[in-house]
């Protein structure tokens, strides 16, 4: 079937789809008040995200004269023109949802923003005080005038453009000055709860940084700048470590994509800020238009509400739980390896503990003495992780312990290159990958000497070993001794730290090796198994569906009497119930508490029913570009359990959103029917609405008698 543009919802569109969802969570009554103000601020930072990377990329086809055309048929130039378009919406949407909505609703619980217009005397003297004592030392204001040229703006801080009169000699200047990041954002008064924002602080002071000058006008503004990195150069002999360094420090000088002022600044001022920061663009990048000057509301950088979201007002936030140990992990008067070698161990997090399933797997390998080596891949960590700490004790022993540290890890690179030192100061051997091909993969491999021999335990997830992550991505991880996993493992990390071309693996789905033959074969066969009236049914569940190949290949099985749901929680370019194309195909996307995070996938296969799980999405990016592991779950007492997962989401009414043919999303709302809300079924039975049946042999505890625990009192 030939590629059909109309076929296919553009990337980039059907991402900013998925940020509008988040934003819907911010209008939503349904969510506490708090938690409503974060999905605001995860809807400013997803946009900052958006246009370092994929605007910037587009704007630099544009300037560079490539005409790469995905799938959908849209130039670069029509996607900026669209994109432009609907982020206009949204932000007008991000705007009305903050003014008009949530600041009344906090002011009801308390909880009040205001400017220093607003303040009394007294509340004035205070924060004049706090200015004199606690800010006034930190700023550093900047003139731009010939001896002092217009100053490097960072990434993403705030700053304050102000319109400088010099009385004495008649003159008018610009002057800078930078919102320190060292500074809270919001500063305190008053009563408990109640805050102005430090931009203003700063702005009703300008006349303690420039003495005896008049102030004409201010305003606070922000770029956003490229930063995505480009190995394009990159040598072999190169170190790939002090390549990604000097990426890194070079990326801060890179073009601006955006400006965004506050609304109402004066023209005169505006195009001041711009012709600077046009003056100052590197001279092959794209140049800055008006189009890329953006007015906000009087607030700037939103994401910085994510600090009052976290405030300690349980009524308004959503109620802690507790994440059990796996019922295969709670006995400890065996160890974690004689758990896993009796049998394997399927865990969902966040509602199964990471630190008593994940976390121990790696701290017990540390300390156990038959333990000979350990290694793993890291993607993203946390700081102060249990797990790096894990990894260096284990290499002061004397164990062997190899890590495969991810340094291209888009925003995470300056945190990985820190850890990568670490760990190389404690003995760990460390390997950097390769450039070009991101090693996403989350798996880790203990070898261990015991009585009947050596026997290596693996652990294989759709999450990064990161403890705070764990906290609020679902993701599945399995624990396992299967011998053939365990030496799939080991060729892949041969293959990783060493030289080889493994191309050939037992078990395991390995991109860039196998993994993309392997879906589509798969797929392929649940159609020829409709054509002959067998069983045929796919469920997969991801964070996007981009790549058109494989769309193709499901468009095929549709038609070939396949049923299909797909659960994809971002980007999806397929696009369902198109007539003669797609009837067959259902999508939703779930957004809401958690971040749906784990990839999950099923075939009927004519009933010998198949499922996998692991780190890829169904992406070019992530077929080609990425060493990524997707394994079965053999053990077909636990495929009740993730089928059960399966059809919780499917029959969800709360929190799904179907995507239609043209694109749009529309919320279930279950009307008369019983509320089906994943999160909270997830909550109470970490497998869903279908309670699985415990082992044949009895050895684990029944699922359903742990209902119910996890909710804190």
Not at 254 to 267: D, I, T
Not at 443 to 453: C, I, N, P, S, Y
Request: proline share 6%; net charge negative; with cysteine.
């Amino acid at each position: 079937m030939p590629l059909d543009p109309s076929l296919y919802i553009n990337r980039e569109l059907s991402w900013l789809a998925f940020n509008a969802r988040v934003l819907h969570e911010a209008f939503d009554p349904r969510n506490r008040l708090l938690e409503r103000v974060k999905f605001l601020s995860i809807f400013s930072t997803n946009l900052d995200e958006f246009y370092m990377v994929r605007v910037a990329g587009l704007r630099r086809q544009i300037a560079a004269g490539i005409q790469h055309v995905p799938a959908d048929g849209l130039s670069p130039s029509q996607q900026l023109d669209a994109i432009t378009e609907r982020v206009a919406e949204l932000m007008e949407q991000q705007r009305r949802c903050l003014y008009d909505v949530l600041l009344s609703e906090l002011e009801q619980h308390g909880i009040k923003i205001v400017g220093m217009k607003d303040l009394t005397p007294t509340e004035l003297q205070g924060i004049d005080e706090f200015f004199e004592s606690q800010v006034f030392p930190v700023l550093t204001p900047l003139a731009v005038d010939p001896g002092h040229p217009f100053p490097y703006i960072s990434n993403l801080s705030i700053s304050l453009a102000v319109q400088v009169h010099d009385p004495a000699t008649g003159s008018s200047r610009l002057a800078r000055v930078k919102i320190p990041k060292s500074l809270p954002r919001w500063v305190p008064f008053g009563n408990e709860n109640r805050f102005v924002p430090l931009e203003q602080v700063i702005g009703a002071n300008l006349g303690a940084l420039f003495p005896g000058m008049e102030i004409r006008g201010f305003s606070a503004f922000r770029v956003t700048r490229y930063s995505d990195l480009e190995l394009l150069q990159f040598d072999e002999d190169d170190d790939l470590l002090s390549v990604i360094e000097e990426q890194v420090f070079q990326r801060r000088f890179a073009e601006v994509v955006r400006v965004e002022v506050e609304r109402g600044v004066s023209r005169e001022l505006r195009d001041l800020i711009l012709a600077e920061l046009l003056a100052d663009q590197p001279p092959e990048m794209p140049t800055l238009t008006e189009s890329d000057l953006v007015e906000t509301g009087p607030l700037l950088d939103l994401g910085d509400l994510m600090w009052l979201a976290t405030l300690n007002i349980p009524e308004l936030r959503d109620p802690p739980f507790i994440a059990l140990t796996p019922p295969e992990l709670r006995d400890t008067s065996h160890s974690i390896f004689d758990a896993i070698r009796q049998t394997d161990i399927l865990v969902h997090h966040p509602f199964d503990s990471f630190t008593t399933s994940v976390e121990h797997f790696l701290t017990a390998a540390a300390s156990d003495p038959d333990v000979l080596a350990i290694k793993m891949t890291l993607y993203r960590t946390s700081g102060d992780t249990e797990i790096v700490r894990a990894l260096t004790e284990a290499a002061r022993s004397g164990k062997q312990v190899a890590v495969l540290i991810e340094l291209q890890a888009r925003f995470d690179e300056q945190n990985n290159i820190a850890w990568a030192r670490t760990l190389e100061g404690f003995g760990v051997h460390v390997a950097y990958g390769l450039p070009g091909l991101k090693t996403h993969t989350k798996t880790a491999l203990v070898v261990r000497k015991e009585a009947d021999g050596i026997r290596r335990y693996a652990h294989i997830g759709s999450g990064n070993y990161n403890s705070q992550t764990a906290r609020v991505y679902t993701d599945l991880g399995l624990l396992t001794s299967n011998p053939s996993i365990g030496a799939d493992l080991t060729d892949l990390f041969n293959s990783l730290t060493g030289f080889s071309r493994q191309n050939a693996f037992r078990n395991l789905l390995v991109a860039p090796r196998n993994m993309r033959q392997r879906f589509t074969e798969m797929v392929d066969r649940e159609a020829e198994h409709a054509k002959a009236g067998k069983p045929a049914r796919i469920i997969a569940k991801m964070n996007s569906l981009v790549d058109a190949e494989i769309i193709q290949h499901l468009y095929e099985a549709s038609q070939a009497g396949v049923e299909i749901d797909l659960i994809v929680r971002g980007i999806c370019c397929l696009r369902p119930g198109v007539p003669g194309i797609s009837d067959r195909i259902r999508v939703i996307s779930i957004v809401g508490r958690f971040l749906e995070h784990s990839r999950i996938f099923y075939f009927a296969n004519n009933g010998d029913e198949e499922l996998y799980f692991g780190s890829a999405d169904w992406m070019p990016r992530n077929f080609d570009r990425r060493v990524e592991v997707v394994t079965p779950i053999e053990d077909r007492r636990l495929h009740p359990r993730v089928c059960s997962l399966l059809e919780t989401c499917l029959a969800d009414n709360r929190q799904a959103w179907d995507l239609h043919p043209n694109g749009t999303y529309v919320q279930r709302k279950p009307g008369a029917d019983p509320v089906v809300s994943t999160h909270e079924i997830l909550l109470q039975n970490s497998w869903g609405l279908a309670l699985p049946a415990p082992a044949d042999d009895g050895r684990t505890v029944k699922e359903s008698q742990i209902v119910g625990e996890r909710l804190t009192a």
